[in-house]
């Protein structure tokens, strides 16, 4: 059984599209990232990185011991490579899926989390014009990459559906979030309009809809709580150590 430690962010729902799309059986572990309980010392002790997602596999392939994995794309390779689906395995095409899993974990989901971040940010915390801008034009760029990939593909990595389709969703689906035009970039919009129409991915997505939180709703107490806990961490000592700095 695969236990998910997961609360419904574009990096939760990669892994349970994956889950829904390979019929996976699977338990969800709510992580209520608003709360902080990815500080906790139980998770800690799964995930050093006090992020979410983390996966167990109480059953793991050859038997042994229970496998933790944290990285939502470590966690659908491993996931990918368990079932036997969704990640071919000629050099070729394993790593034409690889470079593009890769690539979202390293450009799309961090760039256009800074773009989310600095655009939310309220006049309080001073002015943001610079950085917006910066991540927004880095926000269109990764959209151009994409549709350029998807101009000569059907799917991201090749012509066939894959983890790295997976890993992408949840991301390019949020696109008027992200400040930007589906019609400039249709090979993008062809390729949403294909993959949201498959019952795995809808499955996937729909997990945890009750878990969400909109940070809109909270009052000027509760976003300022909201800052302090998940803006601007600094270094976690480890148990009985302390830093200086």
Known sequence: MIDLYFWPTPNGKKVTILLEEASIPYRIKPLNIVK?????????ALNPNHRMPTMVDSDPSGGGAAI??????????YLAEKSGQFWPQSTDKKYAVVQWLIWQMANMGPKIG???????LGSEQGDQSYAIRRF????????GVL?????????????????ADMSVIPWAMNW?????????????????ELVLSRPGVQRGLDVGKELTVDPNTFTPEEKERFRRLLFNQRAIPVPGGEFDA
Do not use: C, T
């Open 36 to 44: 902080g309980e990815q500080f906790d010392e139980s998770y800690l």
């Open 68 to 77: 933790s994995v944290f990285e939502s794309g470590a966690i659908l390779m």
């Open 114 to 120: 800074e773009y989310n971040h600095f655009n939310r």
């Open 136 to 143: 927004d034009d880095e926000a269109n760029r990764l959209y």
């Open 147 to 163: 549709n350029y990939a998807l101009h000569k593909h059907e799917f991201v990595a090749g012509a066939e559906y894959s983890i």
């Open 176 to 192: 008027k979030a992200h400040g930007q035009d589906l019609d400039v970039f249709p090979h993008v919009k062809r390729w949403l």
